[in-house]
């Protein structure tokens, strides 16, 4: 059923996309895999599509079509391709330098205005979530003295080895498919199912934890929502234990303008930040308490001088400076928060109307401005239950589907991303498409 349905998409989409796969059989001479990134190759499409440019909350593939699009380059985007006011602040920074090894005055402004939006003193900046990350696990290493951390079953958060472990059997074990892992980080790691409160205290009752590190809502596993009491439980238990808590805010920024933690109250000692916070540009930060601050400055002390392993020559860049600072002080205001999180309950009603008229045993989950469609009812709880409902044909199917009828979601489950200049007619179309994957489901099993 599903392979008919999805060789006649692939067989649709070479007649589509001459162009694209004229360059992708050019890009496969020169790039390994024929992508820059082989993330870029993990599409349902049967070859890469190439991109000519991105219009608002649209795209343009080098074919010349356009999609609607709910990727948003994986969230880099969220604020939409080609805002004038970003691009006049890297044009003008990239004609003075784009960066010096040395701070700018963009550097104090954007400081100020983390501080104010997020509730955390004081800030450094990083290339990637992934660099912030790291840095974050680091100095919650030295200012405990513990060796482990704990995270969520299912989480990602960057290319960190740290974070590498999964749940197997109820054991750390490490994920499948490491490339040249040589240590075995599931030695300095517990893992947590999200959401199971007991489950937290127990891997934090030995006191060897230095920090729990998680996504306030667990969004790269398929979109797993907290319940309610659980991230009460997780700061108290953090707290009584002298763990740290660090929450990663890299795609739970969707959800308002001071991200999850701001819209719901959350106590973090750390927190870290990439993607669209430069607006496309390659930036991250990470905030500290005041008194996390002072505790680092004592562990400092005891290091002593030396290499930190901390950092990278371009963080902090003064691109990446301009860039946040357009971004904070103009792009992600509240009104362009408004539009998001009201297209998104638009795309939610929507989603959760053709599942009720079909009688689909699906799930329609959002945090903000960010959806995730599932197909299993009721949304799963934690990761467990969620990599059972990932049905990868049927993944596959429907995503090629979509890009067939010009609609693009984020191409490793079913994330779907709304910008501030997603218009109701695109998200419209998007639940037209949803709607006529189902019906072409229910065709080819009659």
Same mark, same amino acid.
């Given at each position: ?7 006649? *998409? ?11 796969? *004229? ?12 992508? @820059? ?10 070859? #890469? ?38 691009? *006049? ?88 498919? $490491? ?77 308002? @303008? ?7 109250? $959350? ?105 995730? $469609? ?36 984020? @191409? ?7 910008? #501030? ?26």
């Amino acid at each position: 059923m599903l392979r008919a349905l999805l060789a006649a *998409e692939q067989a649709r989409f070479a007649t589509d996309h001459p162009r694209s796969l *004229e360059l992708a059989s050019q890009a496969r001479a020169v790039w390994r895999g024929g992508v @820059p990134l082989h993330w870029m190759g993990d599409w349902a499409s049967p070859s #890469p599509i190439f991109a000519d440019r991105g219009e608002g909350a649209r795209l343009i593939d080098a074919d010349g079509r356009a999609y609607d699009d709910f990727c948003l380059g994986d969230t880099p985007a969220m604020f939409g391709y080609g805002d004038e006011r970003v691009a *006049e602040a890297l044009g003008r920074q990239a004609r003075r330098g784009t960066g010096f090894m040395l701070p700018t005055a963009d550097a104090v402004v954007v400081g100020r205005l983390l501080a104010e939006r997020f509730g955390l003193p004081l800030w450094q900046a990083a290339t990637t979530a992934t660099d912030a990350n790291r840095a974050a696990i680091r100095w919650a290493r030295a200012v405990t003295g513990r060796d482990k951390i704990a995270v969520f079953d299912g989480c990602y958060h960057g290319a960190v080895d740290d974070t590498f472990v999964t749940l197997a059997s109820g054991a750390p074990a490490m994920k499948a498919g $490491l490339v040249g892992q040589v240590h075995d980080v599931a030695a300095f790691a517990k893992v947590v199912p999200f959401n199971d409160v007991d489950a937290l205290a127990a891997a934090l009752a030995d006191g060897d934890v230095a920090a729990v590190l998680a996504e306030p809502v667990m969004t790269n596993c398929g979109m797993i929502l907290p319940e309610p009491g659980f991230h009460a439980a997780l700061r108290r238990l953090t707290r009584e234990a002298g763990a740290l808590l660090i929450i990663d805010e890299t795609h739970t920024l969707s959800a308002g @303008p001071g991200g999850y933690t701001r819209a719901h109250g $959350l106590e973090p000692d750390m927190l870290t930040l990439g993607k669209a916070v430069g607006g496309g540009v390659p930036a991250a930060v990470w905030g500290v308490t005041a008194d996390l601050a002072r505790r680092m400055d004592e562990a400092e002390a005891r290091i002593g001088p030396g290499y930190s392993g901390i950092g990278t020559t371009l963080s902090g860049n003064a691109l990446a400076m301009a860039a946040m600072r357009v971004m904070l002080e103009e792009v992600m205001s509240p009104a362009a928060y408004a539009r998001m999180l009201d297209g998104a309950e638009r795309l939610v009603a929507g989603l959760r109307a053709v599942i009720g008229r079909r009688g689909l045993a699906w799930s329609a989950v959002h945090a903000g401005a960010r959806v995730e $469609l599932v197909f299993a009812a009721p949304a799963p709880r934690d990761a467990e239950q969620m990599r059972k409902a990932l049905d990868h044909d049927l993944l596959a199917a429907f995503h090629l589907w979509l890009i067939n009828r010009g609609v693009l979601i984020a @191409p490793f489950h079913n994330m779907m991303l709304i910008s #501030p200049m997603t218009e109701d007619a695109q998200i419209d179309r998007l639940i037209a498409a949803v709607d006529g994957f189902a019906g072409a489901l229910e065709g080819a099993a009659a």
